[in-house]
T-cell receptor, first 114, second 113 residues
């Protein structure tokens, strides 16, 4: 089965600084990869996804992620953090053939300091 | 996103009680899912349903049951609640034409005493 590892349960950055949230996956078949964001007391919202095609994917709120097969990674970045980016972020993976087996990482809580 | 709603949003119950969490969606999606979220563990799949007549166990189905009353409704039951079922529960939906993207409800916070 596939799995996801998110490095760092808490990440703190200053407003305006680069945001880098790390995600490594394990999958024996070509994966679909996702980043979700969860704001306090809310459900998960899709930030971006990689299915096929271009390996650099852009999402909402200025976030992007790059699928690197050789490194089995799908790190999330944003050039300049905003206070409103403070939330918990989840990386997820599923097999292309069957999305009922989506596996989530443990999450990374992003704090943005003024 | 009000397209996927969950009731109740918060629930406190006692060990041994039976409770039901409900999920409704107006997105017209045929696929629905129940997850639980625990700190440090992310989300884990409990049950999923591809249509009214198709219900399947997920990664952690023991102690839970589900009912797909209609395409738009998917309920999760804890037959006899226990404290380690204290968690945040999410319902999600997806469409057969874009099955890889799931849309989540706001969650139900359950505390079992």
């Amino acid at each position: 089965a596939q799995s996801v590892t998110q490095l760092g349960s808490h990440v703190s950055v200053s407003e305006g600084a680069l945001v880098l949230l790390r995600c490594n996956y394990s999958s024996s078949v070509p994966p679909y990869l996702f980043w979700y964001v969860q704001y306090p007391n809310q459900g998960l919202q899709l930030l971006l996804k990689y299915t096929t095609g271009a390996t650099l994917v852009k999402g909402i709120n200025g976030f992007e992620a790059e699928f690197k097969k050789s490194e089995t990674s799908f790190h999330l970045t944003k050039p300049s953090a905003h206070m409103s980016d403070a939330a918990e972020y989840f990386c997820a993976v599923t097999r292309r053939s069957n999305n009922n087996d989506m596996r989530f990482g443990a999450g990374t809580r992003l704090t943005v300091k003024p | 996103d009000a397209d996927v709603t969950q009731t109740p949003r918060n629930r406190i119950t006692k060990t041994g009680k039976r409770i039901m969490l409900e999920c409704s969606q107006t997105k017209g999606h045929d696929r629905m899912y129940w997850y639980r979220q625990d700190p440090g563990l992310g989300l884990r799949l409990i049950y999923y349903s591809f249509d009214v007549k198709d219900i399947n166990k997920g990664e952690i189905s023991d102690g839970y049951s589900v009912s797909r009353q209609a395409q738009a409704k998917f309920s999760l039951s804890l037959e006899s609640a226990i404290p380690n079922q204290t968690a945040l529960y999410f319902c999600a939906t997806s469409d057969r034409l874009s099955i890889e993207t799931q849309y989540f409800g706001p969650g139900t916070r359950l505390l079992v005493l």
